[in-house]
C-alpha cells in the first residue's frame, strides 16, 4: 500500500513564476491537507480539500490556490512566486483524523 | 501564530540515555500528536492522544497530557542514533493540525 505521495521532490524557480506540486493520498484516503514549512519552523497549515471543495484555509494569500480531483489526488499552485515562498511543502492526507504526510516538496525561489 | 511551543528547542543526548520534551499549547483540543522529521523530510506520526486520556504508551515512547495545564509531554527511553531528529506536537483542532517549531534531538553514539 503505497503511502503519500507528492511530486516533485525539489524543484527551483525564479520570483514572479508559476508553481503546481502534486499530491496522491494514501489509498483510502478522502482528504488532502496542504502545509508549509520554513526552514527551522513548524509546518504552517495551507489549506484542506474534501469532496473536491476547499474546506478551511490557514493565513495564506489568493496566490495560493488548489485543487482536488474526482481520484482525491490533489494540487497546490502558487503563483507570482515570492523568495519568501522557500520550504518545504508537505501534503497530508487523512481518514477519521488521523493525518499521514508525505515527503513534501523542496521548492527554492530565486 | 503557532499553537503549539515545544521546549527545549534543542537536545543532546548520549545514547542510551532518555529525552523529553514538552508542548505547550493555548486553545482546547481534541486531541494532540506527535510527530518525526527526520533531516527535513517528512512527517512520521508518532503517537496521538485523545483530550480524554492522560497517558499513552508506544514501544520506547510515552506521551503525557494535562488539558489543565494545556501541555504534554514526550519521552523516548533507551535513545538510539536512529531517534536523531526534529520532534514536533501538533495539536488536532478539525479540520487542521496546528505545530509548534519543535524540538531538534541529537542522539551521540
Known amino acids: 500500500d503505497a503511502g503519500v505521495t507528492q511530486s516533485p521532490t525539489h524543484l527551483i524557480k525564479t520570483r514572479g513564476q508559476q508553481v503546481t506540486l502534486r499530491c496522491s493520498p494514501k489509498?483510502?484516503?478522502?482528504?488532502v491537507s496542504w502545509y508549509q514549512q520554513a526552514l527551522g519552523q513548524g509546518p504552517q497549515f495551507i489549506f484542506q480539500y474534501y469532496e473536491e471543495e476547499e474546506r478551511q484555509r490557514g493565513n495564506f494569500p489568493d496566490r495560493f490556490s488548489g485543487h482536488q480531483f474526482p481520484n482525491y489526488s490533489s494540487e497546490l499552485n502558487v503563483n507570482a512566486l515570492l523568495l519568501g515562498d522557500s520550504a518545504l511543502y508537505l501534503c497530508a492526507s487523512s481518514l477519521a483524523g488521523l493525518a499521514f504526510f508525505g515527503q513534501g516538496t523542496r521548492l527554492t525561489v530565486v | 501564530s503557532q499553537q503549539g511551543e515545544e521546549d527545549p528547542q534543542a537536545l543532546s543526548i548520549q545514547e542510551g540515555e532518555n529525552a523529553t520534551m514538552n508542548c505547550s499549547y493555548k486553545?482546547?483540543?481534541?486531541?494532540l500528536q506527535w510527530y518525526r522529521q527526520n533531516s527535513g523530510r517528512g512527517l512520521v506520526h508518532l503517537i496521538l492522544?485523545?483530550?480524554?486520556?492522560r497517558e499513552k504508551h508506544s514501544g520506547r515512547l510515552r506521551v503525557t497530557l494535562d488539558t489543565s495545564k494545556k501541555s504534554s509531554s514526550l519521552l523516548i527511553t533507551a535513545s538510539r542514533a536512529a531517534d536523531t531528529a526534529s520532534y514536533f506536537c501538533?495539536?488536532?483542532?478539525?479540520?487542521?493540525?496546528?505545530f509548534g517549531a519543535g524540538t531538534t534531538v541529537t542522539v551521540r553514539a
Open positions: 489509498s483510502g484516503h478522502d482528504t
Open positions: 492522544i485523545r483530550s480524554n486520556e
Open positions: 501538533a495539536t488536532d483542532v478539525p479540520p487542521k493540525l496546528s
Open positions: 486553545t482546547s483540543i481534541n486531541n
